[in-house]
């Protein structure tokens, strides 16, 4: 049963060293709140897995946190690459990253068969792909019923989800709305699980076609107004795309990436803080 607790308090006890870890999120919803509270704790050698990594992966990736990651697709939406990705792959910096690539469709599924109980994903994939060349993880197996060749990969079955939603109840029930990517999922293929929110109220009153997380598949619920900046949450804010774009110059060089983590993220106590030190950065430099 999940619960309602700090966020600092969750990741200290739900996200161990060696972990594997998913902090999910399709371009709404993500959880960079408790992205940065796990680089303030200092976790380490952690398997990172996301459908599609962005700033908070480029983050841990640059600040020497992950040892692999899986995923599917990498990059600064609407501006370009995740520099700090590239230079864990290409220069071994801050140390070398092993990397396992994937389709969108191979890692929803196996997103799926976690949270079935399954060991392996079945798909019609990968026919004239060069991926499975590079990923020794796919294979190839015969239907025994029709005699067709499908691609088989390992469920994702994960040591603690982490996401961002709307609101939580106070029995740790949990719901989301929008785009909500693999998060379901993602949750019910982890042992553990994390989930920021906007708010917590007394009635969750979900509408139509909304997702309930039960209070039983999550471990820890936390009160995060804005936790998904600088992306969004549906309802409550809107993408800051002044971020994004300002992100790819600081993450370009190594230094000044590594004082924009310390100034920002290292030297803050928390998400509240940090948000006022980034609005009083933004602002001398005229971005707010």
């Known amino acids: 049963m999940a619960e309602i607790t700090s966020l600092r308090e969750a990741v200290s006890g739900l996200i161990q060293d060696g972990d594997t870890v998913a902090f999910e999120g399709f371009t709404h919803l993500i959880p960079q709140a408790a992205g940065y509270e796990t680089i303030r704790q200092g976790k380490k050698d952690l398997t990172l897995v996301r459908m599609t990594p962005d700033l908070i992966y480029d983050q841990m990736i640059g600040m020497g ?79 025994p019923f029709t005699g067709e060749q499908l691609a088989a990969v390992p469920s994702i ?43 917590i109220v007394d009635e969750l009153d979900a509408p139509p076609n909304a997702v309930v997380l039960p209070s039983w598949v999550a471990s820890a619920v936390c009160h995060v107004p804005g936790g998904a900046h600088p992306s969004y949450a549906a309802g409550y804010s809107t993408r800051d795309n002044v971020f994004y774009k300002a992100w790819d110059p600081i993450a370009r060089d190594r230094d000044t990436f590594r004082a924009w983590m310390q100034r920002h993220v290292l030297d803050t106590a928390d998400f509240e803080e940090f948000r006022r030190v980034l609005a009083e950065t933004s602002k001398a430099k005229g971005e707010a």
């Open 65 to 143: 946190m992950a040892k692999t990651l899986r995923f599917s697709w990498g990059g600064n939406p609407g501006v370009g690459s995740l520099h700090r990705l590239r230079d864990a792959v290409e220069r071994g910096w801050p140390h070398k990253l092993q990397i396992q690539e994937h389709s969108h469709a191979d890692l929803a599924n196996a997103y799926v068969a976690g949270a079935s109980n399954l060991p392996f994903a079945v798909l019609r994939a990968y026919q004239g792909s060069d991926i499975p060349k590079h990923n020794p993880n796919i294979k190839f197996i015969t239907c």
């Open 157 to 199: 079955r994960l040591d603690c989800a982490v996401i961002h939603a709307q609101k939580a109840d106070r029995k740790g029930n949990v719901l989301m709305w929008g785009i909500v990517g693999v998060q379901k999922e993602a949750v019910m293929a982890a042992k553990r699980a994390i989930v920021t929110v906007e708010e």
